[in-house]
């Protein structure tokens, strides 16, 4: 896409996602690079900017990440963040050194409003520190331009060569002025237009879509899910009847999800798709038995998938194309845009098998984030209900049931999800709680019923709030809730006798449980 595009060059810090997020909410197309990619190709994307994030190095040591003191020279605007930052002052001669102080948490920063970075920025101003280096003495040709009580180098520019530095983490919410600061960098420093817009991005996918395919035939791995949904509806805009969407119900899917799927994008609903549903739920359940290890059950579950396309492809015809509903974050975290390490290996990246039989794949929101992806899907009228629906990963159930997954497991933790999600509701909870479910812990455990003795399984309620699901607190639900929660899943499924509530916060948790 010919975009303007600034460029996050990844040192492996723990906010790069949102830094490139921050980007976009300024209306600046931004994509994640890590440091260890060339100049040349660097040069070649011909960037209006490029910020450096941060990262846990310390960069004087040996081996450390770096980059070549050229980058800085390719005229363009240079913004380095807390590491990134110590990384331009050192690479340009200035000092980083281990500091006297250690600065962790909101901290007052005194700004030169004088510089382009803080124009319309309070002159003190709270901002978030997270480090144990600090830079002794800018490198030469740059003014220091903000200070704290233990940092006197919390921000310098070289101005004339738009080269900026912040200690600090702008990216971070605690900054208060954090994004106007990015944006005085990426729209007026770097003089971005701020074209990154969604209705515009749809169109031009559209059209992108249609050029790239062609008379070509279409397949669509439909999960009814937000991401794939969009995909779906961008594709069925762009192709119409080329497209055919199969829905693969692997059994791992929430109570009725099935048909709730069919409902909207059947025969029956408003999209007027080649429809196909495959009821694979045997086949899922065989390949998993035996199975604990959780990447290997992501494995299996995505292998699978591929291969009930494949023979649904098979039946079709010859199919040129086949669309995934990937987002950025997946891209990002199966470790294929920056540096993150391989958290998990999300089933539409990481797991795709080497021989699938199609001649390309199209992911129409591989750069998107996830409120970007609902963006699109409101600007292509998909309903309300479903741009925000519960995300719900491609693995399913499969991944919030704790070791083996087996048939009967599935009934108990949609039978518990189902009645969560019900008292959820009847709460009028349901919008203000990011992402919420039940998993099946592997874990049983003795219980008394009537005067019986049990030995059942404990089932673990999860709810989160998040911005953007890199991140993440849990919920606090109303005690009430939760007991009636409780009680009503001891008494309605069969084969639990213990709830517990999930309190932990990503990280070091994450929001799935495998
Ligand atoms: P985690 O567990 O990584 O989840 O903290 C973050 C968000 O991603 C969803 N998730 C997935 N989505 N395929 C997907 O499409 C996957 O393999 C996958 N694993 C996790 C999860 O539901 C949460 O919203």
């Given at each position: 896409?010919n975009?303007?595009?600034?460029?996050?060059?990844?040192?492996?810090?723990?906010?790069?996602?949102?830094?490139?997020?921050?980007?976009?909410?300024?209306?600046?197309?931004?994509?994640?690079?890590?440091?260890?990619?060339e100049?040349?190709?660097?040069r070649a994307?011909?960037p209006?900017?490029i910020?450096?994030?941060?990262g846990?190095?310390?960069?004087?040591?040996?081996?450390?990440?770096?980059?070549q003191?050229?980058?800085?020279?390719?005229?363009?605007p240079?913004?380095?963040?807390?590491?990134?930052?110590?990384?331009?002052?050192?690479?340009?001669?200035?000092?980083?050194?281990?500091?006297?102080?250690?600065?962790?948490?909101?901290?007052?920063?005194?700004?030169?409003?004088?510089?382009?970075?803080?124009?319309d920025?309070s002159?003190?101003t709270?901002?978030?520190?997270?480090h144990?280096?600090?830079?002794?003495?800018p490198?030469?040709?740059?003014?220091v331009?903000?200070?704290?009580a233990d940092?006197?180098?919390?921000?310098?520019?070289?101005r004339?060569?738009?080269?900026?530095?912040?200690?600090?983490?702008?990216?971070?919410?605690?900054?208060?002025e954090?994004?106007?600061?990015?944006?005085n960098f990426?729209?007026?420093i770097?003089?971005?237009?701020?074209?990154?817009r969604?209705?515009?991005f749809?169109?031009q996918?559209?059209?992108?879509?249609?050029n790239r395919?062609?008379?070509?035939?279409?397949?669509?791995?439909?999960?009814?899910?937000?991401?794939?949904?969009v995909?779906?509806?961008?594709?069925?805009?762009?192709?119409?009847?080329?497209?055919?969407?199969?829905?693969?119900?692997?059994?791992?899917?929430?109570?009725?999800?099935?048909?709730?799927?069919?409902?909207?994008?059947g025969?029956?609903?408003?999209?007027?798709?080649?429809?196909?549903r495959?009821?694979?739920?045997?086949r899922?359940?065989?390949?998993?038995?035996?199975?604990?290890?959780?990447e290997?059950k992501?494995?299996?579950?995505?292998?699978?998938?591929?291969?009930?396309?494949?023979e649904?492809?098979?039946?079709?015809?010859?199919?040129?194309?086949?669309?995934?509903g990937?987002?950025?974050?997946?891209?990002?975290?199966?470790?294929?845009?920056?540096?993150?390490?391989?958290?998990?290996?999300?089933?539409?990246?990481?797991?795709?098998?080497?021989?699938?039989?199609?001649k390309?794949?199209?992911e129409?929101?591989r750069?998107?984030?996830?409120?970007?992806?609902r963006?699109?899907?409101?600007?292509?009228?998909?309903?309300?209900?479903?741009?925000?629906?519960?995300?719900?990963?491609?693995?399913?159930?499969?991944?919030?049931?704790?070791?083996?997954?087996?048939?009967?497991?599935?009934?108990?933790v949609?039978?518990?999800?189902?009645?969560?999600?019900?008292e959820?509701?009847?709460?009028?909870?349901?919008?203000?709680?990011?992402?919420?479910?039940?998993?099946?812990?592997?874990?049983?455990?003795?219980?008394?019923?009537?005067?019986?003795?049990t030995?059942?399984?404990a089932?673990?309620?999860?709810?989160?709030?998040?911005?953007?699901?890199m991140t993440?607190e849990?919920a606090?639900?109303?005690?009430?809730?939760?007991?009636?929660?409780?009680?009503?899943?001891?008494?309605?499924?069969?084969?639990?006798?213990?709830v517990?509530?999930?309190l932990?916060?990503?990280p070091p948790?994450?929001?799935?449980f495998?």
């Amino acid at each position: 896409m010919n975009q303007e595009k600034v460029l996050v060059i990844d040192f492996g810090g723990q906010y790069n996602q949102l830094v490139a997020r921050r980007v976009r909410e300024c209306n600046v197309y931004c994509e994640i690079y890590s440091y260890r990619t060339e100049l040349e190709a660097i040069r070649a994307m011909n960037p209006k900017g490029i910020i450096l994030t941060g990262g846990p190095n310390s960069c004087y040591e040996e081996n450390s990440p770096t980059y070549q003191k050229e980058l800085f020279a390719l005229g363009v605007p240079v913004l380095g963040l807390c590491y990134g930052a110590q990384v331009m002052m050192h690479v340009l001669g200035g000092k980083v050194e281990k500091a006297p102080v250690r600065e962790y948490g909101k901290t007052e920063v005194r700004v030169n409003q004088d510089s382009p970075l803080f124009a319309d920025v309070s002159q003190d101003t709270i901002c978030w520190m997270s480090h144990f280096d600090y830079i002794s003495r800018p490198a030469p040709g740059f003014a220091v331009t903000a200070h704290t009580a233990d940092c006197p180098v919390a921000a310098a520019e070289d101005r004339e060569n738009n080269l900026y530095a912040v200690q600090f983490h702008p990216e971070v919410l605690h900054t208060l002025e954090g994004t106007k600061i990015l944006y005085n960098f990426v729209r007026n420093i770097c003089g971005c237009a701020g074209s990154w817009r969604m209705d515009s991005f749809v169109e031009q996918s559209i059209e992108e879509i249609r050029n790239r395919v062609g008379s070509g035939k279409v397949l669509c791995a439909l999960s009814g899910g937000v991401d794939s949904s969009v995909a779906a509806v961008m594709l069925a805009k762009a192709i119409g009847n080329q497209l055919t969407c199969v829905f693969v119900d692997h059994g791992l899917l929430r109570k009725q999800e099935g048909d709730e799927v069919e409902a909207v994008f059947g025969p029956e609903g408003p999209y007027q798709l080649n429809f196909i549903r495959v009821n694979a739920q045997e086949r899922f359940y065989k390949k998993l038995a035996g199975v604990t290890e959780p990447e290997q059950k992501r494995k299996i579950i995505g292998e699978e998938f591929i291969r009930v396309f494949e023979e649904e492809a098979g039946k079709i015809g010859a199919v040129d194309f086949l669309v995934q509903g990937t987002i950025y974050p997946d891209v990002v975290e199966s470790g294929l845009g920056g540096e993150s390490a391989v958290i998990k290996s999300h089933h539409n990246v990481g797991g795709l098998p080497d021989c699938v039989d199609f001649k390309e794949i199209i992911e129409p929101l591989r750069n998107l984030f996830k409120d970007e992806v609902r963006r699109a899907g409101l600007e292509l009228g998909i309903p309300e209900t479903l741009v925000y629906r519960q995300p719900f990963p491609g693995p399913g159930l499969g991944i919030r049931i704790i070791g083996e997954v087996t048939g009967e497991k599935v009934r108990i933790v949609q039978d518990a999800d189902a009645i969560y999600r019900e008292e959820i509701a009847r709460a009028g909870l349901g919008r203000t709680i990011g992402q919420y479910f039940a998993a099946l812990t592997n874990m049983r455990s003795v219980g008394v019923m009537g005067d019986e003795r049990t030995y059942d399984y404990a089932v673990a309620l999860r709810a989160v709030n998040t911005v953007d699901f890199m991140t993440a607190e849990s919920a606090e639900i109303p005690w009430e809730v939760l007991q009636t929660v409780m009680s009503r899943i001891i008494n309605e499924v069969r084969g639990v006798n213990r709830v517990f509530y999930d309190l932990t916060s990503k990280p070091p948790g994450t929001i799935e449980f495998e």
